[in-house]
């Protein structure tokens, strides 16, 4: 059996990579404050990132800083300085689009590892090979192509480990290239400043087009009526019953899209794709409890996207009403028996609680096992979010890290 592919998710800060150890992420991409495609996600400062560096790699996982702008002329300079500040940093890869960037970064830092970002829309093996040339070790295919290019690919390049994304937004436009929302709100996808215009609202005026040579054809015509919509918007990807095949084609790693997204939304598709993996390796596969889990933190459809040769739409999102709301995260035992614990959502104390623990397994809390309370000790019976309170607690699965759940 070929190994397990890597999986690999977003960790926008350090509470986000601390999610992501915990819930068995085998490698990370993180970012640090500027010159990456995620502008307003935080970010690691160096220091940071040195730090998040020893944590990983403590817990044998592996991050990789992205550095995949596609540059002005006046950023050169910046990412020189970037290129320089990661030279000692420990990363294990940096991810990089633009082909100048590369260059810097072979010849700044020749001895990390360089991986080309989707934004390059590598599509075919005489590209993947031309990337290798000049240095990529990895390659992150475009997100347009389907499971037959894929392993064509696969089986026509050699030297070179290839990364898919598996999860997450699918964008409008080719691998992420998109001028929307500069031309919009004039702030730049491609330089991690998207505001994502497609997920509008839009709502149609009346406009028909008639192309010259078709004369009396009618090539596009928008009716006049109805309520707003989000006519651009993409349905997000999810791949996750096809991992078996990602295993037997020889793909090297799995990425999860999502540093903008909430901890809480990164525990849950992390915690569903590594039992998913896990169980490939046992050779089981459990497909409707993966997308039971999935609908939890979904907004928008989940489907195959162009990865297969009909867009097969797998799970609608849930009802808002119907949501279980991640309500608390448990941060540290403070005695045995007492947690603190950071509140995320409004509940009652005493309502059933689920523990996310890694292993898609959701163990319950009820009335009779746990209390909240106050740093003085008084009971708390309404708890609100934003507050550090305490849990009071024996529950055998309960540690440092986790989720916790309505029922």
């Known amino acids: 059996m070929l190994p397990l592919p890597e999986l690999l998710v977003p960790a926008a800060d350090p509470d986000k990579l601390d999610t992501a150890l915990t819930y068995g992420a085998d490698a990370v991409y993180v970012g ?32 990789y800083f992205t550095l995949n702008l596609l540059a002005w002329e006046e950023h050169l300079p910046a ?28 010849k700044r830092v020749p001895h990390i590892p360089i991986h080309l970002s989707t934004q390059a829309n590598t599509s075919n093996s005489a590209s993947a090979a031309f990337w290798r ?15 037959r290019r894929i392993r064509t690919l696969v089986e026509n390049v050699s030297g070179l480990e290839l990364e898919v994304f598996v999860h997450g937004a699918m964008c409008m436009a080719i691998s992420g290239r998109c001028l929307l929302s500069a031309h919009v709100n004039e702030r730049s996808a491609n330089l991690g400043q998207c505001t994502h215009p497609c997920r509008f609202d839009y709502r149609v005026t009346g406009l028909r087009l008639e192309e010259k040579l078709r004369p009396g054809r009618d090539m596009w015509e928008l009716v006049e009526g109805g309520e707003y919509a989000q ?17 037997r084609t020889g793909v090297h790693s799995l990425k999860i899209e999502g540093r903008m997204k909430t901890s809480s939304y990164l ?15 046992q050779r089981t596969c459990r497909p409707a409890l993966y997308l039971d889990e999935l609908r939890q933190t979904a907004t928008r459809p989940l489907s195959t996207g162009f990865f297969t040769p009909v867009r097969r739409t797998l799970a609608l999102p849930l009802p808002r009403d119907q949501r279980k709301n991640i309500v608390a995260r448990v941060r540290e035992e403070i005695r045995p028996g007492l947690w ?4 995320k959502h409004r509940f009652l104390a005493g309502d059933p ?19 909240v309370e106050r740093q003085d000790g008084s009971l708390v019976r309404e708890v609100h979010s934003g507050l550090r309170l305490v849990l009071r607690s024996d529950h055998p699965d309960l540690r440092t890290g986790l989720f916790l759940r309505s029922r």
């Open 32 to 63: 640090g404050k500027e010159l990456n495609l995620r502008a307003k996600s935080g970010g690691f400062s160096f220091a940071e990132l040195t730090q998040a560096v020893t944590q990983a790699h403590a817990r044998q996982c592996a991050v």
């Open 79 to 106: 990412v020189a300085r970037y290129l320089d500040e990661l030279a000692a940093s420990g990363v294990d890869g940096i991810i990089i689009a633009d082909p100048g960037v590369l260059a810097m970064a072979a």
């Open 133 to 147: 040339d000049q240095g990529a070790t990895r390659v992150n295919l475009a997100r347009e192509l389907g499971a």
């Open 231 to 247: 006519i651009m918007s993409a349905e997000d990807l999810c791949l996750v019953k096809y991992l078996p095949w990602f295993q």
């Open 267 to 281: 525990a849950q598709v992390t915690d569903v794709y590594r039992t998913a993996l896990d169980d490939v390796a």
């Open 340 to 343: 603190a614990m950071d509140v």
């Open 353 to 371: 609680l689920e523990i996310l623990v890694p292993g898609l397994r959701r163990p319950v809390m009820d009335s009779g096992t746990y209390g």
